[in-house]
């Protein structure tokens, strides 16, 4: 089990990211989901084992990575301990994982995991072929977790249509997640709301230097 880092959200989820899942963390921009993708990174990185973090939109930053380790008081050399995957396209998006040892890893991070598919799927009438071969990646994404028990972390960009936000290819996404962390921000500062299969709860945190904390 992974800590979030975030007490409240751990506290929900039993003491942390647990093993043979998929959770995803969806929100829309600069809500802080890739430094909360760090901060369970980081936590992962107390295993002895590797982190792989699969980067689709090219904006992984170390030097974000190294700043929380610093002010977590975690020694910089673990950075050697995370790989981090930049793909290019849907078709090594979809292929990478069967390309590479993945039972040496603790935790395996998508960010972003649809952004891919619907840059290169983006026309109406490739819809359904969008869907389709969509759902068939995060099968083979649920077929791994729940086969090496290693827990697996995708993010989501949220999407305004009609006036309502939702994440990008929800429909297609939901059947193959587990754990729902939706990150959001309003006039009261910004709000996290998670659902398992069998509760929900929702408190608001904060973004600092140090990455993301419980708010009062």
Known sequence: ????????????????????????????SSTGKTQLMFQICINALKDAKEVLFQDTTG???PERLFEIMQS??????????????????????IQYLSKIPIKNFSLIIIDNVTDLFSFEYSKK??????????MKYMH??????????????????????NNHEKPNL???????????????????????????????VKFHYSITSNGLADGS
Request: glycine residues 8%.
């Open 125 to 134: 009438e490739h819809y359904f072929e969008k869907n389709l071969s969509f």
């Open 1 to 28: 089990m992974i800590e979030t880092g975030l007490k409240k959200l751990d506290k929900f989820l039993g003491g942390g990211i647990k093993e043979g899942l998929i959770t995803d963390v969806s929100g829309q």
């Open 140 to 161: 083979n994404l649920s077929n791994i977790a729940i086969n090496t028990k290693i827990p697996i972390i995708v993010t989501n960009i949220v999407r305004t249509i």
């Open 59 to 61: 904006e992984f930053r």
């Open 72 to 93: 977590w008081g975690m020694n910089a050399s673990l950075l050697d301990k995370i790989k981090v995957g930049r793909v290019m396209n849907t078709s090594q998006q």
């Open 170 to 200: 929800e429909k297609s996404i939901n059947p193959y997640t587990h754990i729902k962390i939706i990150l959001s921000k309003n006039s009261n500062g910004y709000l996290c709301q998670a659902f398992s299969p069998f509760d929900n």
